[in-house]
C-alpha cells in the first residue's frame, strides 16, 4: 500500500501562512480599536446632550440673558436695551452653581457683564443730566431772597409804605440792579424778564395782556397802588413757577432712581413738559389776579350775588355787598 505524505509548504508557503495570521491579528485590533473609538465618541455625545440639555432646561427656568456690544449700549436705544434685560439674580446663580458649578460660573459672569453695561448707560445718562440739576440749584439758591422779597412787599402794602417800592429798593431786595435805572428800556426789559422769566423757561408762551400789563406798570413802580401790586402779583407767579420746577425735578429724580437705579438723561425734558403745564395754569391765575388789581384800583371787584349774578361793585360800596350776601369772585 502507498502511503500518501503530505506535502511540506516550501519556503512561499511558510511565509504566506505567517503573513495570513499577522494580518488577521491587525485586522482584528484595528476593529476592536475602532470600536472602543465609536464608543466612546457616542458616550461624549451622549454625556454633551445631557449636559446641554440641562443647561437648557435651567436657562428657560431662569430667564434669558443677552450681552451688548459697545456700540449698541451708546446708541440711541441702549439704555432700554440695557435696562429691559434683568440678567440672573442672585438666587438663580446660587440655584444654578448648585445644580452645575459650570452654569453657576457663567450665569455669575453674564451678572458681571450686566452690572458693567449699566454701569456705563448710568454714567453717560449723567452726563446728559448733570447740567440740569446745576441749573436747578442755581434757581433754588436764588429762591429765599425772591420769597423774602415778596414778604417785605406784602408787608409794605399792609403798611401803606409806597416808599417802599421806589426802583432801588427793588432792586436792593431782589438784586435785579437794571431797577436802579426807571429809566430807558433796560428798566422795561430787565423788568419783564425778572417775572416773566419763569414761564419762558418752562417753554409756556407768555401771555400778551400780561406783558402789556407789565410795560405799562414797571415805570410807574413806586407812585401807583395798581404798578405795586402787579408787581406783587407777578413775583408770587414767578415763584410759584420755580418752586414747582425742583418739586418735579425732585419727583422725577426719584422716580428714575427707584425704576432704574440712575438718573435718565432726558431727566430735563421731563422736568420742562410737566412744568409747561403747571406754568400755563398759572399764567391764567395770574392774569386773573392782574384783571382783578384792575378792578380793584379803578372800576371796583367783580363780586356774586347770593342768586350767583356777577357785577362789579365800587370800591366804596364792597363792604356794604359783603353784608348783604356778596362774594368776591375768585
Not at 20 to 43: D, V
Not at 51 to 78: D, N, V, Y
Not at 264 to 275: H, M
Amino acid at each position: 500500500m502507498v502511503q500518501i505524505l503530505p506535502q511540506e509548504p516550501g519556503l512561499g508557503g511558510y511565509l504566506g501562512e505567517g503573513l495570513g495570521q499577522g494580518l488577521s491579528s491587525g485586522l482584528q485590533y484595528l476593529l476592536q480599536a475602532k470600536i472602543g473609538e465609536k464608543q466612546n465618541r457616542l458616550a461624549m455625545q451622549r454625556d454633551a446632550a445631557k449636559q446641554q440639555a440641562k443647561e437648557e432646561t435651567l436657562m428657560r427656568l431662569l430667564g434669558p440673558s443677552q450681552s451688548f456690544s459697545e456700540e449698541e449700549i451708546s446708541g440711541p436705544q441702549g439704555s432700554a436695551m440695557v435696562e429691559e434685560e434683568s440678567g440672573p439674580n442672585e438666587r438663580q446663580i446660587l440655584a444654578a452653581s448648585l445644580a452645575d458649578p459650570n452654569l453657576g460660573r457663567l450665569l455669575q459672569g453674564q451678572q458681571e457683564s450686566k452690572i458693567r453695561q449699566r454701569e456705563k448707560v448710568a454714567g453717560r445718562e449723567w452726563d446728559r443730566a448733570k447740567d440740569v440739576f446745576k441749573r436747578a440749584d442755581e434757581r433754588a439758591e436764588a429762591l429765599p431772597v425772591k420769597e423774602n422779597a415778596l414778604a417785605t412787599m406784602k408787608d409794605a402794602l399792609v403798611d401803606g409804605n409806597l416808599g417802599f417800592f421806589s426802583p432801588d429798593n427793588i432792586a436792593e431786595i431782589t438784586g435785579v440792579e437794571a431797577f436802579r435805572t426807571p429809566k430807558g428800556a433796560q428798566f422795561i426789559t430787565s423788568g419783564k424778564e425778572f417775572f416773566l422769566g419763569s414761564l419762558k423757561r418752562a417753554g409756556a408762551r407768555p401771555n400778551q395782556w400780561i406783558e402789556q400789563q407789565l410795560l405799562k406798570m414797571l415805570p410807574k413802580i413806586g407812585r401807583s397802588p395798581e404798578a405795586n401790586l402787579t408787581v406783587v402779583a407777578a413775583l408770587e407767579s414767578e415763584l410759584a413757577i420755580e418752586e414747582a420746577y425742583g418739586d418735579i425735578l425732585q419727583k422725577l429724580e426719584e422716580e428714575d432712581m427707584s425704576k432704574f437705579g440712575h438718573v435718565k438723561g432726558n431727566i430735563g425734558q421731563r422736568a420742562n413738559k410737566e412744568l409747561r403745564v403747571f406754568a400755563n395754569a398759572e399764567q391764567k391765575k395770574l392774569e386773573e389776579n392782574l384783571r382783578e388789581i384792575q378792578g380793584v384800583t379803578k372800576k371796583g371787584v367783580k363780586m356774586t350775588d347770593p342768586d350767583g349774578n356777577t357785577y362789579l361793585v365800587p370800591k366804596s360800596d364792597i363792604k356794604d355787598a359783603e353784608k348783604a350776601g356778596y362774594k368776591r369772585k375768585k
